[in-house]
């Protein structure tokens, strides 16, 4: 009987045991005509296989097909569990497979364009192996996304797809359970709805049309639609010409829209209590992924308060300005004073996560809200992780003289979004809601440095492929 194996699974006390475990061949080091090591690697985990040639159960022949296999072929191997004396070094897991059968699935060709060891390696080992005079390789990151379904099976990009993963599994569940529908907008549509420029054009069987730059518009006719609260899934596109760090010209868009009582902070507070619930989810269910990708891409766990802090917009201001950064009180914060202001909160209330509030009316798209006691000033809110954003929110306009006026001041073209705004004609509760950025909770809650890391296969201006 075998134990079926996954390889993350084995452990000591399987000693003896027979398993049978399908993996790619990470690493295949003969020591002789008799003896043989092969690495192999399952998702994060990695196993030691041992071939030793011995009367009836391995052959010379079985020690010299492990050594003539390519790297990364597919492998059936069958053995017995053993626990050796010493630490195993360059695998997760710390017993050994005493080799009785080998099957090779599939060969991949040899001299693969990435050596997945080389793409694992962190900048200290690279620091060590130059200290000692050794030459590494590093694989850039146009490498990386050129052959991706190699760079995914990094251990650190198996770990990041995990996390966004249950980083979108907890933010429907948290939704459900506050009585929230899922819902899917169209995402071919007739016109922007973020701002003009920067939408991928389409011929929609002869009528001009667009992918969806957010589901915004939809969203909220859903809540004119008798929906009371919505959220949404779903890829979202940009195409702005933002070749940076965080920009991608398709991501995934986590979206809700919900009606309030008396004020646009029971939108702030879902906020709260969702991400609360997502970092601590994160930290307890998944340290091994956090420190697999530690392993190659150190960083700081995410400080966050149990209550999320609340700042305006012009207590922001304030703190930039007495930190010596002066800034237009009613322009939008660049991604430099940004980052300035992530830190200088981060030092002062011991968090790295935090809401901005009341943002200037002008630096908001035409459907939010102005402040009742100051127009100048909007119900709106941006979220924070390490300085970086990862939301925007606010109340929207549910009146339809006022939408028609905003729309008209941001110079849209009413026709363009007469049906939305109709939507508020026939009775529509107040209501606000947020856009989250799949992408940018990952990279910023696990500290990478480029959104590129946490998209399977990324859109940015300069790549359409693979
Ligand atoms: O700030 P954005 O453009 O806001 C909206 O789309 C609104 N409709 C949301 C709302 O409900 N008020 O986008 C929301 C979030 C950003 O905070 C950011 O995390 C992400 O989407 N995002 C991007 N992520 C990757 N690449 C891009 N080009 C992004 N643009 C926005």
């Known amino acids: 009987k075998f134990i079926s194996g996954r390889v993350g699974e084995l452990c000591a006390e399987m000693k003896d045991k027979s398993v049978l475990i399908r993996g790619a061949a990470q690493v295949i080091r003969p020591v002789s005509k008799k003896m043989a090591f092969l690495v192999i690697r399952q998702s994060m ?72 060891e080389d793409a694992s390696r962190s900048e200290t080992d690279f620091k060590k192996a130059e200290e000692k005079g050794e030459q590494l390789v590093r694989v850039g990151q146009d490498t990386r996304l050129n052959y991706r379904v190699l760079d995914l099976r990094t251990p650190a990009n198996q770990a990041t797809f995990r996390i966004q993963c249950q980083v979108e599994n907890v933010f429907r569940l948290f939704l459900l359970s506050e009585n929230f529908v899922g819902i899917h907008s169209p995402k071919l549509t007739p016109g922007s709805s973020e701002g003009g420029a920067a939408v991928f054009k389409l011929d929609y069987k002869g009528q001009p ?75 307890k269910n998944c340290s091994k ?5 530690n392993h190659q891409y150190p960083f700081q766990p995410l400080k966050y308060l149990r209550k999320t802090l609340r700042l305006t917009y012009a207590e922001g201001i304030q703190m930039l300005k007495e930190a010596g950064t002066e800034l237009e009180p009613m322009a939008d914060l660049n991604t430099e004073s940004e980052k300035k202001l992530g830190k200088l909160v981060s030092e002062k209330y011991n968090t790295d996560f935090y809401i901005l509030t009341r943002y200037p009316l002008g630096v908001r798209p035409f459907y939010t809200m102005p402040c009742y006691d100051n127009p100048a000033y909007s119900n709106s809110f941006d979220v ?3 300085g970086e954003e990862i939301i925007s929110g606010a109340q929207r306009v549910h009146l339809p003289e006022l939408l028609t006026k905003r729309a008209e001041e941001c110079g849209i073209d009413i026709k363009t979004i007469s049906t939305y705004i109709d939507s508020f004609r026939y009775g529509a509760p107040p209501h606000g809601g947020f856009g989250v950025g799949l992408e940018r909770v990952v990279m910023l809650f696990c500290g990478l440095n480029n959104i590129r890391k946490t998209s399977l296969f990324p859109r940015d201006p300069q790549r359409l492929v693979p």
């Open 45 to 116: 985990s990695t196993v030691q296989c041992v071939l030793v040639v011995s009367k009836d159960l391995v052959s010379p022949q079985m020690v010299r097909f492990a050594t003539s296999l390519s790297k990364e072929s597919i492998v059936d191997v069958e053995g017995v569990i053993s626990v050796p004396n010493e630490p195993i070094k360059g695998t997760t897991q710390q017993v050994e497979i005493q080799v009785r059968k080998l099957y090779c699935i599939n060969r991949a060709i040899p001299n693969l364009p990435i050596n997945i």
């Open 209 to 283: 049309a667009c992918l969806a730059q957010s589901p915004q518009l939809y969203k909220q006719m859903a809540l004119c639609g008798g929906f009371d609260r919505v959220f949404e899934v779903g890829s979202v596109f940009r195409a702005e010409d933002s070749y940076t760090h965080r920009h991608l010209c398709e991501f995934v868009g986590l979206d809700v829209e919900m009606e309030i009582k008396e004020h646009y902070f029971e939108v702030c507070d879902i906020v709260d209590r969702l991400f609360v619930a997502m970092f601590d989810h994160l930290n």
């Open 289 to 293: 992924e956090l420190e697999t990708i």
């Open 384 to 386: 924070f992780i390490r």
